[in-house]
């Protein structure tokens, strides 16, 4: 009857797709509301590090600006923390009132050094990609030696997972760096702490995969078996698919992980990535937190983007769902 | 299958024993000549402290530079130290490179050649000559206590009971610890004892500094070098050095004892640098200019 209706006015729309649009609408208004919420939380992390500071008290409510500031004490240079009045208004709360401070960032500082310390993003992206390349391939070899059935490959991958996941990684990355040149093995720090990273969560990283296999139906396997297929096709055709895709959000997470530690590798001294920059530069001006926080943006951000790239692999993957 | 898992531990094996076998060839036979014949000096240091070390931000790396790409090269670094490891280069009559690995690293020896020497005003003790030799001092600094302006504390014996911060794996946490061994200074320089103090070790004496400046109550006040307490205090830190200096530590360069190349000979011209600086007036300049005072001259 509708379609005639349809046919008829032209405009009509079929129940089915006034549901599907609802559901559109639904689904465009929740998105809104995730990004407002958004904002008003990224607003709120701004103010909370703006150095401003709002006192309404005595009937009268300043805002005022908390800033550090050079003053000669004793003939000598020293810096200050100093509060300047930007404006008043007279209406406020009576007597005490409430003060609202927020944290005082030393502007000056984070303009002055804030493409110094971005420099480390070289060492920190380039360290990062290739233990994220190292570890992928590990973990898959040992997700796979696990489940195999000869016992010189399943004794080498839990013997690997079981050390690499049982030692420190700080201490990793010191032994490819100073205990192997006893072998006559000498490796970069860059080298060392690639390896040391890769092969850290490439045992961390086998476990989500060997899960990923895990979960897929014994059914799926039999089918393939039983259409002839041997059992690499079936490992490669039919199990790995559909294994990544459970696998992908934790994989996701630890590469997340991973960008972060990679700052441990600038213990060896020759790289000199994002923490290590910022850590220098606000040790010896006294601005740690200041530094910090400029290497925390980049950090976010590249989180931003990893989480994004995630995003699409999933969605990509998930294909097979339909 | 028995034979495959044979073969396979054999080969294993046969590969830690060839890795371990394997070597890498050098002509010189000691580390002064392989420094000459390279043509850079590999001094490691520890770029958290300014006035000593610390990083030049708007450094240009030099186009012909000697130095690997993933070292400091001297114009990336400045301060005392990187000034006094820039003569030694240039006695040397060859380029200063910088490696910065974290200071217990450094201060823990076996560096696997990575780097030459240190120049990072370490201060030479008994436990650290044991795996490190050192050359003459370059300078001296006396070590202090500094606390909160508004603790109320004026002597070290107000300190009893309560918490104090170092760096850690530095001689002011051997000397608060009382581990006079560990310290290994002569006992002339120790002007004073540790009161009894609860020890609060943070990565670097900076730390505990601007824990302080932050308005943390962890502590009263910190151990460390009276240059760090100087350059705190025109930070604008509040705080004061407590009293007179607790010891006297001599600062000099170090050497791995574990290097593979010996490293007597480049002790030695190291030692004929240092001491043609201190009595041509070298070294008292750059303390003077980067530490506002002479700290090069022995104490009594």
Request: with cysteine; charged share 15%; glycine share 8%.
């Given at each position: 009857m509708s379609e005639i209706a349809n046919t008829e006015t032209g405009t009509q729309k079929t129940h089915a797709q006034q549901l599907h649009e609802a559901q559109l609408q639904k689904k465009r208004q929740f998105q809104?509301?995730?990004?407002?919420?958004?904002?008003?939380?990224?607003?709120?992390?701004?103010?909370?590090?703006?150095?401003?500071?709002?006192k309404s008290s005595n009937g009268t409510t300043e805002f005022s600006l908390w800033q550090y500031e050079t003053v000669v004490i004793d003939g000598k240079e020293a810096l200050k923390k100093t509060r300047s009045v930007i404006s008043t208004i007279p209406f406020g709360l009576p007597d005490e009132g409430i003060t609202l401070k927020t944290i005082l960032v030393d502007r000056d500082f984070v303009k002055e050094n804030f493409s110094f310390i971005a420099g480390g993003l070289y060492w920190t992206v380039r360290v990062s990609l290739f233990s994220?390349?190292?570890?992928?391939?590990?973990?898959?070899?040992?997700?796979?030696?696990?489940?195999?059935?000869?016992?010189?490959?399943?004794?080498?991958?839990?013997?690997?997972?079981s050390l690499i996941r049982g030692t420190p990684l700080y201490l990793q990355i010191l032994f490819f760096f100073l205990a192997l040149p006893q072998l006559n093995v000498r490796m970069t720090g860059e080298m060392a702490g690639v390896l040391a990273l890769g092969l850290n969560y490439g045992a961390y990283m086998s476990e989500i995969f060997r899960a990923g296999i895990a979960s897929v139906g014994k059914g799926q396997r039999e089918a393939a078996i039983a259409i002839g297929m041997t059992p690499a096709q079936t490992m490669k055709r039919v199990v790995l698919p559909q294994a990544l895709r459970f696998a992908i959000p934790p994989v996701g997470n630890d590469f997340i992980a991973m960008t972060k530690d990679s700052a441990l590798v600038a213990a060896t001294g020759f790289v000199h990535e994002l923490t290590w920059n910022a850590q220098k530069v606000g040790r010896s001006q006294f601005r740690s937190l200041e530094a910090l926080i400029i290497a925390a943006i980049f950090y976010w951000i590249m989180t931003i983007i990893l989480t994004y790239i995630q995003g699409i692999i999933e969605s990509r993957l998930a294909k097979g769902d339909r | 299958m028995k034979k495959l898992y044979n073969v396979l531990v054999v080969a294993m094996v046969a590969a830690l024993v060839l890795t371990a076998c394997g070597n890498v060839g050098t002509q010189a036979d000691?580390?002064?000549?392989?420094?000459?014949?390279?043509?850079?000096?590999?001094?490691?240091?520890?770029?958290?402290?300014?006035?000593?070390?610390?990083?030049?931000?708007?450094?240009?790396?030099?186009?012909?530079?000697?130095?690997?790409?993933?070292a400091l090269t001297t114009a990336e670094?400045?301060?005392?130290?990187?000034?006094?490891?820039?003569?030694?280069?240039?006695?040397?009559?060859?380029?200063?490179?910088?490696?910065?690995?974290?200071?217990?690293?450094?201060?823990?020896?076996?560096?696997?050649?990575?780097?030459?020497?240190?120049?990072g005003s370490m201060t030479v003790t008994t436990a650290r000559q044991q795996i490190l030799d050192f050359s003459v001092p370059y300078y001296y600094t006396p070590a202090v206590v500094a606390v909160r302006a508004d603790?109320?504390?004026?002597?070290?014996?107000?300190?009893?009971?309560?918490?104090?911060?170092?760096?850690?794996?530095?001689?002011?946490?051997?000397?608060?610890?009382?581990?006079?061994?560990?310290?290994?200074?002569?006992?002339?320089?120790?002007?004073?004892?540790?009161?009894?103090?609860?020890?609060?070790?943070?990565?670097?004496?900076?730390?505990?500094?601007?824990?302080?400046?932050?308005?943390?109550?962890?502590?009263?006040?910190?151990?460390?070098?009276?240059?760090?307490?100087?350059?705190?205090?025109?930070?604008?830190?509040?705080?004061?050095?407590?009293?007179?200096?607790?010891?006297?530590?001599?600062?000099?360069?170090?050497?791995?004892?574990?290097?593979t190349l010996p490293t007597d000979t480049l002790r030695a011209e190291v030692d004929k640098i240092f001491t043609a600086m201190h009595s041509d007036g070298r070294l008292s300049e750059l303390s003077n200019n980067w530490l506002g005072e002479d700290l090069t001259q022995a104490p009594n």
């Open positions: 809104a509301n995730v990004s407002l919420t958004w904002l008003i939380l990224f607003l709120l992390l701004l103010l909370i590090f703006s150095s401003y500071e709002i994220i390349i190292l570890a992928t391939i590990l973990a898959l070899l040992a997700a796979l030696a696990r489940l195999s059935t000869f016992p010189p490959f399943y004794a080498l991958s839990t013997f690997y997972v | 000691n580390l002064l000549d392989d420094i000459k014949q390279r043509g850079y000096i590999m001094v490691s240091t520890d770029p958290n402290y300014e006035p000593q070390s610390f990083l030049n931000t708007d450094g240009k790396r030099s186009a012909d530079t000697k130095c690997p790409s993933d670094m400045q301060g005392f130290d990187v000034d006094v490891a820039k003569a030694v280069g240039e006695g040397l009559g060859v380029e200063t490179c910088f490696a910065t690995p974290d200071w217990d690293v450094i201060t823990a020896g076996n560096w696997a050649d990575k780097w030459d020497v240190s120049i603790a109320g504390i004026g002597s070290l014996a107000d300190l009893e009971g309560q918490a104090l911060c170092v760096g850690t794996s530095t001689t002011y946490e051997f000397w608060l610890n009382g581990d006079t061994e560990g310290l290994g200074l002569p006992e002339a320089s120790i002007y004073a004892q540790a009161p009894n103090v609860t020890v609060v070790p943070l990565p670097t004496d900076q730390e505990c500094a601007q824990a302080i400046a932050a308005g943390r109550e962890d502590f009263v006040g910190y151990v460390t070098s009276q240059t760090v307490v100087n350059a705190n205090i025109a930070a604008g830190f509040p705080v004061v050095q407590l009293g007179s200096p607790v010891y006297s530590e001599d600062l000099a360069a170090a050497f791995d004892k574990s290097s």
